[in-house]
């Protein structure tokens, strides 16, 4: 088996190398996916949508679409998680952890992540509401605020972190996410524009409608990170402690 | 052996990306412990990734920040010229694949705990016998 699989991974890697021939090399900047749309994106971006990062432009603005149901699809993966995990009470079979003495008193670790968690988090903020201007973004700033709470479950007891955000918060977060994000889109769409073009809003805000642009990406990042967020915790904290919503690891 | 060497040196991106992407298919097809296939599952998306991110490179390129948006003082409108920064799309269609990676991880680790709850098991031959032996 392991032979034949050998041969087999050979094989395709022969028929790539074959193919990569004929891909231009590496950081030519007159290969065929550099010539076309993304220069348009780099050249008319900071015009058409007065933000100087292109990738966040291109994500929330050009490709909004996409990022909308990307969006949608880790809101879908964090609840096949939680229907794969969670078991109802009835079946549960009754007292399957031994309740050992989770008192973890470790003071340094505690100490540290007492420190840690709020720089973290308005690390994660900062990453947000600078994503036009630096690297960064809603799915990166989500994922930062995520891991604060990973931090304090790590380092205290998972049920330190559920007393401080409810299970029922995070979902309700999962979700608030995902419907402002398509909130922005229909309100759009109510002032006779196309779905997400975030130029109708320029009435409604007094401003410009490249500023307009601006802010409906911005938006669309807090949203985007408020999924990512809770997404992230719901992740932690089912699969930590098996849906069980205990004391975790 | 001329037309190797410039052949390697030119696109050892795409080398780079292949050996990851085979040891990522062997790992998922070859290995019987399905926590390590989904390790070669995760190392199978690390490679599109890698490819997806040097393919929009370009030499002597910044990141894909425009200069002039940061309030340096220019009295005529800002020409930008497009060789100045890399490809943006590459990396915005890899910013949502990184997340949705680490979404169907999550899955992947979800069936994993209840695979293992219901069968004792992860180990593929285990399963099976398991499957065997269990009363219809």
Known sequence: ?249 | MDELLPFIVAKYNYWAALILLLIGLYGMIAKNNLMKKVIGMTIFQTAIILFYISVGEKKGASIPIILEGHGVASSTAPVIEAVAYANPLPHVLMLTAIVVGVGTLGVALALLQKIHRVHGSIEEDDILEDLRNRPE
Request: glycine share 10%; aromatic share 8%; with cysteine.
């Open chain 1, 1 to 249: 088996m392991k032979q034949l699989t050998l041969v087999l991974v050979t094989l395709i890697g022969v028929l790539l190398l074959q193919a990569a021939m004929d891909l231009p090399d590496w950081s030519d900047p007159a290969s065929p996916a550099s010539l076309h749309l993304s220069s348009h994106y780099l050249e008319k971006g900071l015009e058409e949508t007065g933000v100087p990062n292109i990738v966040t432009a291109v994500l929330a603005d050009y490709r909004s679409y996409d990022t909308l149901f990307e969006t949608v699809v880790i809101l879908a993966a964090g609840l096949i998680v939680l229907t794969i995990l969670r078991r109802t009470l009835r079946r549960r079979p009754k007292a399957v952890r031994p309740r050992p003495q989770r008192e973890s008193q470790d003071i340094i670790l505690q100490g540290a992540a007492r420190l840690l968690v709020p720089a973290i988090q308005v690390f994660a903020l900062y990453v947000v509401a600078h994503g036009h201007y630096s690297p960064g973004g809603g799915f990166q700033g989500g994922v930062i605020f995520g891991t604060s709470f990973i931090l304090l479950a790590l380092c205290y007891d998972l049920r330190v972190v559920l007393a401080r955000f409810r299970e029922k918060t995070v979902l309700f977060c999962c979700a608030a996410g995902v419907l402002l994000y398509a909130g922005v889109g229909a309100l759009c769409m109510a002032l006779g524009w196309n779905f997400l073009g975030y130029a109708a809003l320029a009435g409604m805000l007094g401003s410009t409608e490249v500023m307009a642009r601006s802010h409906g990406i911005l938006a669309v990042e807090i949203g985007v990170g408020i999924t990512v967020m809770a997404i992230m915790v719901s992740l932690y904290i089912d699969l930590a402690s098996g849906g069980d919503l205990d004391e975790g690891l």
